[in-house]
């Protein structure tokens, strides 16, 4: 079997990151052809680049794009991709506005091309241990979830891109660029978001125009509450923590990792508390390996989403994380920023942005 030619378009630390991990997938898929406005970082992911997006659509040998170009500039490519014929996995989000997202479903709609949208988190070891006892209700009736990042950015960070910190290019701020992978993990795990309820704050950063903190909560389809906090203003970097609980057990997935897991299985309840085997984690889940790859360690996750992309595209089916799935999480983020700006609870599905 051929593999599937991959033009990297954007080849700042994203794309190099797409072109390790495309190099780590072996002959499943290759790179062949960088894409940016700046023939420095394109020659530097791959000896055949082209600061033409334009002539890289052309190309007859490039069968898809890998997107990793400033969010807000994502529908504008893939739509393009689309028309052109070409398949697409794009960067986290999808984009920054919902009617973009829109124009990418009705483009993929139209060209029956494959598009998967990065959300490498959902295949971390940890994550899918914890969707399987959801989804076999082992856990019983979820009740609730905690989406919670304590991350610091310095002002540094904000100030190295012009797009950095613009609901143009980025969207938003911690909730949109650092958040949004913990918020699409409590999405998966708890099911349809209903209505949201927030406020956001810039608090240590200048010179950017979105938040630096964010907190909100979540009323699910199921009854299900959660409760969402992101931040760029926690140093000096803590946790990436997602919580779930459920009337027949809990988990706590804590940097990528299973920090606990218990299902209460037939054991004897009691009325105040485990009364049984307690953390389970060791027991369920190992340590979560790495690849070698490329210029050096690619995440195993990232190279299961690159796989996963590459056989829908093989077999003709969606993959894992597409449009509907990555317009969901980017619709509660969105909700979030409207809550806060009207300072009102926003219904998802009703026509806001």
């Known amino acids: 079997m051929n593999p599937l030619r991959i033009a990297i378009v954007g080849c700042g630390v994203i794309g ?79 984009d920054v506005s919902l009617a973009a997202a829109r124009r990418v479903a009705e483009a993929q709609a139209h060209g029956q091309r494959t598009v998967a949208v990065v959300s490498q988190h959902r295949f971390d070891p940890a994550s899918e241990i914890v969707h399987n006892a959801v989804a076999s209700g082992a856990f019983g009736r979820i009740t609730s979830g905690v989406a919670s990042l304590a991350w610091w ?40 978001p209903v209505e949201v309820y927030a406020a956001t704050a810039r608090l240590s950063h200048e010179r950017i125009e979105v938040e630096d903190t964010a907190a909100a909560t979540v009323r699910f389809a199921s009854g299900a509450l959660g409760l969402i906090h992101a931040t760029t203003a926690a140093y000096p970097g803590i946790s990436a923590r997602l919580q779930v609980h459920g009337d027949r057990g809990s988990a706590i997935i804590e940097n990528d990792q299973l920090a606990f897991f218990h299902a209460a299985g037939e ?9 049984g085997t307690g953390n389970q984690a060791a027991e ?70």
């Open 16 to 94: 190099q990151i797409h072109a390790d991990t495309i190099a780590a997938l072996g002959p499943e898929a290759s790179v062949v052809l960088a894409v940016d406005q700046s023939a420095d970082r394109a020659e530097k992911v791959h000896e055949r680049w082209t600061t033409s997006y334009a002539e890289a659509l052309a190309a007859q040998d490039v069968e898809a794009v890998a997107i990793c170009t400033p969010s807000g500039t994502h529908a504008d490519l893939v739509v393009a991709a689309l028309d052109a014929g070409k398949h697409v996995i794009v960067e986290k989000p999808l």
């Open 267 to 275: 054991e004897a309840g009691s009325d105040y508390g485990l009364v």
């Open 153 to 192: 950015r310095s002002q540094g960070y904000y100030d190295s891109g012009e797009w950095r910190g613009t609901w143009a290019l980025d969207g938003g701020g911690a909730l949109m660029n650092q958040g949004i992978h913990t918020v699409d993990l409590m999405v998966w795990l708890l099911g349809e």
């Open 284 to 353: 369920v889940l190992p340590a979560a390996p790495v690849v070698a790859g490329g210029a050096g360690l690619v995440s195993q996750t990232h190279v299961a989403q690159y796989r996963d992309f590459v056989e829908a595209v093989r077999d003709g089916r969606p993959p894992r994380v597409g449009v509907p799935e990555a317009t969901t999480t980017l619709a509660v983020i969105l909700a979030v920023y409207e809550s806060a700006r009207t300072g009102l609870p926003v219904k998802l599905g009703q026509r806001w942005d």
